[in-house]
């Protein structure tokens, strides 16, 4: 009894790899959501930082709801991290498909050009290390 006890105590615990990547993503789309909602309530200040700091010359192609999506994506991905710290597999599904629209959605608003090559390495990163702890998830 004490080891069918151990056993089902050990299956439900966190590997440790899985909690970084968890806590890595709490912060980084807290931030991501906190970010894009204060872009999206100020937006002619957004854009007047975008023009001053970029090679930018309008911003005619955004818009808040460019912004505003952006931040529920990050919602999105937020919701599905805190199902993956709880080792539910739909929180992996969420968090597949908020990455996925995050890296994609400025590239089918914007053009190629919004492609960042470093949003898809730590999109790919991450989404590996997830993978990796595929088997310790429930259904």
Avoid at 10 to 27: G, V, Y
Avoid at 100 to 106: G, H, K, M, R
Wanted: aromatic content about 20%; some cysteine.
């Amino acid at each position: 009894m004490e080891s069918e006890f151990k056993s089902q105590k050990q299956k439900n615990q966190r590997p440790p790899f899985s909690s970084a990547l968890c806590l890595l993503t709490f912060i980084g789309s807290s931030i991501g959501f906190v970010g894009y909602f204060l872009a999206a309530l100020f937006f002619e200040k957004t854009s007047e930082l975008i023009i001053k700091y970029s090679s930018w010359h309008s911003t005619e192609t955004i818009s808040p709801l460019y912004f505003t999506l952006l931040m529920a994506l990050f919602a999105f991905s937020l919701t599905g991290a805190i199902r993956i710290w709880k080792l539910h597999r739909d929180g992996f599904y969420l968090y597949v498909f908020a990455q996925l629209s995050i890296l994609f959605i400025p590239v089918v608003w914007i053009g190629w050009q919004a492609l960042s090559a470093t949003n898809a390495i730590f999109t790919t990163v991450f989404l590996v290390g997830y993978g990796l702890n595929w088997k310790v998830f429930r259904k």
